[in-house]
């Protein structure tokens, strides 16, 4: 498979007025199409500067990180909360992304529609976002973020507000919704469960200065569902190896 | 769902008390101000109190009638009202676009943000004088008086609003790239209905109050001249009839404003 995200040696960092912060020191690493991929760390290890030099949104210090894609619009973003506009109806947050780029061809639409009635969203369309639950909510994010076609979907603990129940509901509910559409995705938690039923490999960071400690390969691509994974039986062996990762330990 | 039919008997009860508060606060309104009213009359009938000094009810209802058919009422009237929603408009509008302004770059707000204080503590009738002076004697002196009072809170209160909008849905609209135009039109604005329509409220008030101190400082019309001229040739009559006229109105316009925000918000917010 061909790498779609390259990260090189890459280093981000940050002043304020009394000091000079290095978030992130010398990372490297690749993500292939079509993977998903999840960043683990523990919190405040820089996890949300790694989101905002993928989707562009800051540039690194020095390094480089490479998007192999003609896409202009190649990264999408779903963030912690839903963030639904609450004066637009589900079908108008849905077509936010593609008014902004201003994409009104009637292809484009149609996709966005075609999204909406394929995941359970059809009959919500004129339907304000205070009328739907926390987990259908989320998944109009999701269907907001992949409806301007992004070749890379980033995840920012996306489940983090739900609640457990919800919470497991809705990561089945993307999980399924971002194999079916063939997305590369990247997620970024400090949730080693989380990272583990929904990655095909795991880059575990170290505290900061962020850097690579280990990558993880699961090999759970098989299962089909994030709540099976979790019934695997080297589910807890490999949860075991990560913790010992993201705690200090050496591969 | 459930429809009326399949309630339960403690449920109509319920919603049957609910109704009866809902009553009860509408008629202890209305009471309030027909025992007032009463009240008033009594004293002033009954000669306990001076109506040369305190006016009564039923002689300010002889004086609203008599200046509606005579033409005067609708004459000042129109002048306050006109006085009143031109500086209202041109108010709001100026301190919609002085608060996207101070938005759009932080420089200019780090610039202004100073003056900006400053002038909102300015009692703005000290300006007075140099108001009729620079614009003259005329109505447009008082449209100027009530535009000054009500732009600056407008900006100020807007701004914030404008500059408190949830940092995650900016990121949002950066990780879509949208430009600051975008960002503004299709999120710090409709995020910003509320405080708008806050602000149009207090901006009912507010133009009130300009427009008749204004009048006060310098008119031949209106109702704030009336309330002059009524109170230095001691017709108590006539101020105690402006006073309420003024009241309805003011009334009036608040409630106009707020059915306007119930359809603009509607349960979106």
């Known amino acids: ?251 | 769902m459930k429809n009326n039919t399949a309630l339960s008997p403690q449920h109509l009860k319920y919603l049957k008390n609910k109704k009866k508060a809902a009553i009860a606060v509408h008629v202890a309104r209305l009471g309030l101000l027909v025992v007032f009213l009463g009240v008033w009359e009594l004293l002033a009938v009954t000669g306990a109190i001076d109506v040369f000094l305190t006016s009564s009810p039923s002689r300010v209802l002889e004086t609203i009638v008599t200046m509606t058919t005579d033409g005067q009422l609708l004459k000042h009237v129109w002048a306050s009202l006109y006085e009143t929603v031109a500086g209202y408009v041109i108010g709001t509008v100026a301190g919609y676009l002085i608060a996207v302004a101070l938005w759009w770059n932080v420089h200019v707000r780090k610039v202004f943000e100073p003056y900006l204080v400053v002038i909102n503590s300015l009692p703005k009738i000290a300006l007075g004088p140099l108001i009729i002076l620079w614009a003259g004697t005329g109505k447009n002196s008082i449209i100027v008086m009530t535009v000054l009072i009500s732009v600056v809170i407008t900006a100020i209160s807007l701004m914030n609003g404008f500059c408190e909008t949830d940092k995650n849905k900016i990121l949002l609209m950066q990780s879509m790239h949208a430009t600051k135009l975008q960002t503004f039109t299709k999120l710090v604005a409709p995020a910003n209905l509320p405080t708008l329509t806050a602000t149009l409220k207090i901006n009912v008030g507010m133009s009130w109050v300009g427009s008749i101190m204004g009048e006060y400082l310098v008119s031949r019309e209106g109702l704030g001249y009336l309330l002059v001229y009524g109170s230095q040739t001691f017709r108590l009559d006539l101020v105690m009839s402006c006073t309420v006229l003024l009241c309805a109105l003011a009334g009036v316009m608040y409630a106009i404003v707020a059915v306007a925000e119930k359809l603009l918000l509607k349960n979106k917010y």
């Open chain 1, 1 to 251: 498979m061909q790498d779609i995200l390259i990260f090189e040696n890459v280093r981000q960092v940050f002043y304020t007025d009394t000091q000079e912060t290095v978030a992130i020191e010398d990372l490297s690493f690749a993500v292939k199409k079509g993977q998903f991929a999840a960043i683990l760390g523990p919190s405040g290890c820089g996890k949300t500067t790694v989101l905002s030099l993928i989707s562009r949104l800051i540039k690194p210090t020095s390094g480089q990180i490479k998007i192999l894609s003609d896409n202009p619009n190649a990264v999408g973003y779903m963030l912690q909360h839903d963030h639904l506009f609450g004066w637009r109806t589900i079908e108008k947050n849905i077509t936010l992304g593609l008014e902004i780029l201003g994409k009104k061809s009637k292809e484009d639409y149609l996709y966005a529609n075609t999204l909406m009635e394929k995941y359970g969203l059809g009959e919500f369309k004129t339907h304000y976002p205070n009328q739907l639950s926390g987990g259908m909510r989320q998944r109009t994010a999701l269907i907001r973020t992949l409806a301007t076609r992004p070749d890379i979907l980033l995840l920012d603990e996306p489940f983090s507000a739900l609640d457990y129940q919800t919470r497991l509901n809705v990561c089945e509910d993307v999980y399924s919704i971002i194999r079916k559409e063939n997305k590369t995705a990247i997620l970024v938690t400090h949730d080693i469960s989380e990272a583990i039923s929904l990655a095909d490999v795991i880059f575990v960071l170290t505290a900061r200065p962020s850097t690579l400690r280990a990558t993880h390969v699961t090999g759970l691509q098989d299962i089909p569902s994030p709540l099976k994974r979790r019934e695997s039986k080297d589910f807890s062996a490999q949860f075991q190896i990560l913790y010992n990762y993201l705690n200090g330990g050496n591969k």
